[in-house]
């Protein structure tokens, strides 16, 4: 309940900080450039992580497909000895 209260106050402070009116902080011009400045560190943020997440997947296509190799190998070398 605390927790959901709060959450209300908070939302309630951050419309009331960039309202455009006197009696309000007018704060919008601020979060504009907070938010300009932001961008490119988040796009740099989601590239950073897309490019490991690529590395990570090619890697693991790699190990798939060594791993298959290793399976047709190991199947015909049991089919090659002659059961005793």
Request: proline share 5%.
């Amino acid at each position: 309940m605390i927790a959901l209260l709060l959450g209300i106050l908070l939302v309630l402070f951050a419309v009331y900080s960039v309202l455009p009116f006197p009696w309000a902080l007018n704060w919008w011009n601020n979060v504009l450039e907070f938010v300009k400045g932001g961008v490119p560190i988040f796009a740099l943020f989601i590239g950073a992580i897309s490019f490991f997440v690529g590395i990570a997947d090619i890697k693991d296509k790699i190990e798939a497909k060594n791993e298959e190799l290793e399976d047709e190998t190991e199947d015909k070398s049991a089919e090659e000895k002659p059961d005793a």
